[in-house]
C-alpha cells in the first residue's frame, strides 16, 4: 500500500476497479492544469509528440478512471483549445506543402495529427495529378459491379 509504480495502461485499466480501490491513476503530467491553461492560451506550441506521441489516445482513455479533472481534460483535449485549433494548422501546411521536405512540419505532431497530415498530403497529391492530367479514369466501385440490374418487374412494381 502507497507504493508508487509504472504500468501499461491496459494492466492499469485491468486493475481499476471503483469499488475495491486496488488502485489510484495519477494524470500524466501533460494533462494537469499547468498545461491546459498552456493548451488554452495557444496549442500551437506545444510539442506534443515529445510530450506524448499518443495524447489523444491516452488522453481519452484516461477519462475511464475516476478523477475530478475528467471534464476540464476531456474539454481540453477536444475543444478549441487543442484539436480544433492545431487541425485548422495542420489541414492548412499539408494543403501547402506540395513536393516539399515535410519532416520539420509532422516533428512535432501527435499520431492522430500525423495521419491527419498524411490524408492531407495525398488529396493534395492526388488533385494536382488530376490537375496535370495525370489522373487515372475513374471506374465503378466494385459495390456497384456486383449489384448487378434490376429486374423488369421490380422497376415496373
Known amino acids: ?9 491496459w494492466l492499469a485499466k485491468g486493475l481499476h476497479d471503483s469499488k475495491r480501490r486496488i488502485i489510484s491513476v495519477e494524470l500524466p ?24 506521441p499518443y495524447y489523444y489516445g491516452l488522453g481519452s482513455q ?18 478549441a483549445s487543442t484539436f480544433i485549433a492545431r487541425f485548422r494548422r495542420i489541414m492548412d501546411s499539408s494543403q501547402n506543402a506540395y513536393n516539399e521536405d515535410t519532416s520539420a512540419l509532422v516533428a512535432r505532431l501527435d499520431e492522430l495529427e500525423r495521419a491527419l497530415f498524411q490524408v492531407g498530403q495525398k488529396g493534395l497529391n492526388d488533385f494536382q495529378c488530376w490537375e496535370k492530367g495525370q489522373a487515372s479514369q475513374i471506374t465503378a466501385s466494385s459495390l456497384v459491379q456486383n449489384y448487378g440490374k434490376r429486374k423488369l418487374t421490380e422497376v415496373d412494381g
Open 29 to 52: 503530467k501533460i494533462y494537469k492544469e499547468a498545461w491546459r491553461t498552456v493548451f488554452s492560451a495557444d496549442a500551437n506550441v506545444v510539442d506534443l509528440h515529445k510530450m506524448g
Open 1 to 9: 500500500q502507497g507504493s508508487k509504480l509504472e504500468i501499461p495502461l
Open 62 to 79: 484516461l477519462l475511464n478512471f475516476e478523477n475530478p479533472e475528467n471534464p476540464e481534460i476531456a474539454q481540453t483535449i477536444l475543444q
